[in-house]
């Protein structure tokens, strides 16, 4: 090849290159999608009363308060509640830890928001209260909310407040991502390992660019215990304290997701084969990386802290220091227990796992959803119209995701019967009763009462299936009709 020739071949790619990028500024060029021009860099300022929340230390329809994320509230604002208060967790089995909460729990409530949207926070400094049953074991002191979701002054919004006080501030999400919430009243690493801290999910405004069966939320965080020097009780089982040497060294006693010592492997996620799951993992430290891991499977997508601009394909494994986070999606294969650790295996070996099972049965607890009501609702007007049509028709005979009533429970039909069965089916039930041997079988299972035929027309069952499909695309649990009893 000659000098000239072998020049040209190798410039080629770079000119084709050059061409491509089209510069910052060019009329052609995409909206910067983090201009700060579009971004609320002003939020109001924080405000501080001596007006005490009661009743539940948390609220708002934004938060989730288990590792089953709910779909995101549409409303554009969130308000939330998030107070703080002390209290005895149980972080392993007879390890009963002194804990500072948020919403009292550890990790504190997850909040689901999209990017544009405006939180409008407040936290009372519950500290001070006495729970009924369990004793005060750490004294009232101050404590704060650092947001890491928020861009604001820190030493505004971000100021301690003493017990009995509520602060409230507003601001607006500019980043997609999942981000950490602490307190972060000195000593700082003493609130975080005490237990303040839990995640912030912000959709990109456009929702992300695929779609999944499952999402739950996985938060890895680490405990430094140790037997109380004074020798307290709790229900005739000792109490543990914050062991602050250790602290400091940075030599944790439990290491864990969700804040229990191996709390997911007795009760693991469940997820079926074949189905896709979005894992949102937030790796609180204080202290130590975690190297996350699924036993089992490869991440097909990984977005750095959150956010699906910092893509990765193919991933078996993502590092998180301290406060970093991964939205991670993979397929599960075949029926099994898929194995979530840190890679770390001295981490692990610290209660830093979880499992994700094919034979894991959604909990019944979650599908009530505490004492949050139900927001997500179908968008697209054939599904609307299914709902609706289901809730006054087919509520009598059937719930969703509560159990079998006269007919079966119907969350999941989507994916147990094609399109193609489930319309000959509401077309004419007795037809199929008589020729389909599906069917036969599942009306010996109840009790020889045929379901009768509801006069439905094509396109009233066109949308009764796509209310089926959107039910089965919401994670599971997140969605309950149940009618009445
Ligand atoms: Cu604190």
């Known amino acids: 090849m000659n000098l000239l020739l072998k020049a040209t071949v190798l410039a080629l790619p770079i000119l084709l290159l050059m061409a491509c990028d089209v510069p910052v500024g060019h009329p052609t060029a995409k909206a910067d999608p983090y201009d700060v021009k579009s971004m609320d860099l002003k939020p109001s300022p924080a405000s501080i009363s001596s007006v005490r929340h009661t009743g539940p230390f948390s609220s708002g329809s934004s938060l989730s308060l288990t590792s089953d994320l709910r779909p995101l509230d549409p409303s554009p604002v969130k308000t939330i509640q998030l107070d703080t208060s002390h209290k005895i967790i149980d972080i392993a089995p007879g390890v009963k830890f002194s804990a500072w909460t948020f919403g009292d729990q550890v990790p504190g409530p997850t909040v689901r928001a999209r990017v544009g949207d405006k939180i409008r926070f407040s936290m009372t400094n519950r500290s001070d209260e006495t729970i009924p049953g369990v004793q005060l074991t750490a004294a009232p002191m101050m404590h704060s909310m650092d947001f890491h979701a928020a861009m604001v002054s820190p030493q505004d919004k971000y100021r301690s407040v003493a017990p009995g006080q509520t602060i409230t501030f507003e601001f607006t999400l500019n980043y997609p991502g999942v981000f950490m919430y602490h307190c972060g009243t000195p000593m700082i690493l003493e609130h975080i390992a005490s237990g303040m801290y839990g995640a912030v999910v912000v959709e990109p405004r456009e929702g992300y660019p695929t779609k999944v069966d499952r999402e739950y ?3 890895q965080s680490e405990f430094y215990a140790k037997l109380d020097p004074d020798n307290r009780k709790v229900d005739g089982a000792p109490l543990y304290v914050l062991d602050t040497d250790r602290l400091k060294a940075a030599q944790p006693t439990h290491t864990v997701f969700n804040g229990t010592h191996n709390g997911m492997v007795t009760k693991p996620l469940s997820a079926k084969a074949g189905e896709r799951v979005r894992l949102f993992v937030l790796n609180v430290g204080p202290s ?20 699906p601009d910092n893509q990765f394909r193919g991933m078996q494994t993502v590092l998180l220091g301290s406060s970093n986070a991964a939205i991670v999606e993979f397929m599960i294969p075949e029926d099994g227990s898929y194995i979530m650790v840190d890679h770390h295996f001295a981490n692990a070996s610290q209660g830093a796992i979880g499992l994700i099972s094919t034979e894991a049965k959604a909990d019944q607890k979650d599908i009530e959803h505490h004492n949050m009501e139900a927001t997500a609702a179908p968008t697209d007007p054939d599904a609307i119209a299914g709902k609706q049509a289901f809730e006054s028709k087919c509520l009598a005979c059937h719930s969703i995701g509560l159990g079998k009533k006269l007919g079966p429970d119907l969350a999941g039909v989507s ?16 037809k ?54």
Do not use: C
Not at 295 to 306: A, E, K, L, N, Q
Not at 415 to 430: D, G, I, M, N, Y
Not at 434 to 462: F, R, V, W, Y
């Open 217 to 219: 939320v996985v938060i």
């Open 432 to 485: 199929m009763l008589e020729t389909d041997a599906d069917a036969k079988a599942m009306l010996k299972e109840h009790n020889d009462i045929p379901m009768p035929n509801q006069n439905l027309s094509a396109s009233e069952i066109k949308q009764y299936l796509k209310y089926f499909g959107w039910i089965d695309a919401q994670p599971v649990g997140t969605v309950g009709a149940a009618g009445a009893h």
């Open 415 to 430: 994916k147990r019967r094609s399109e193609a069965w489930l319309t000959s089916w509401l077309t004419s039930p007795e």
């Open 288 to 307: 130590k990386t975690s190297s996350f891991h699924v036993v089992g499977t490869i991440f097909d997508r990984v977005w750095i802290d959150g956010n």
